[in-house]
Nanobody, 113 residues
Framework: QARLMESGGGLVQPGGSLRLTCTTT??????????LAWYRQAPGRQRELVAS???????DYADSVKDRFTISRDNARKKFYLQMNSLKPEDTAVYYC?????WGRGTQVTVSS
């Protein structure tokens, strides 16, 4: 089972931006066909899907982040990303990257003034 590792979280003011990166130990032939996803979990709430991207590059977003977040992938580097713009306090959560049966350990994003 591949390992996933998130990075790029932190504290940002409302309206700011962050870019999350997910790095994997999966081999390229395993990584490339996968649909990749970012989830988040806020305190006291269930984990929710934020964004996904298929092997063909088709993307999907939660309504709450549409037009603010962008998911992308780099198959050559076996990485995928979540660009988060116009961040709001309600975006505060632990963000997890995921594909197949693998999950990262999460990275904290806090949006606060």
């Amino acid at each position: 089972q591949a390992r996933l590792m998130e990075s790029g979280g932190g504290l940002v003011q409302p309206g700011g931006s962050l870019r999350l990166t997910c790095t994997t130990t999966a081999i390229t032939s395993t990584f490339n066909p996968q649909t990749l996803a970012w989830y988040r979990q806020a305190p006291g709430r269930q984990r929710e899907l934020v964004a996904s991207i298929t092997s063909q590059g088709t993307t999907d977003y939660a309504d709450s982040v549409k037009d603010r977040f962008t998911i992308s992938r780099d198959n050559a580097r076996k990485k995928f990303y979540l660009q988060m713009n116009s961040l709001k306090p309600e975006d505060t959560a632990v963000y997890y990257c995921h594909f197949g049966y693998s999950w990262g350990r999460g990275t904290q994003v806090t949006v606060s003034s």
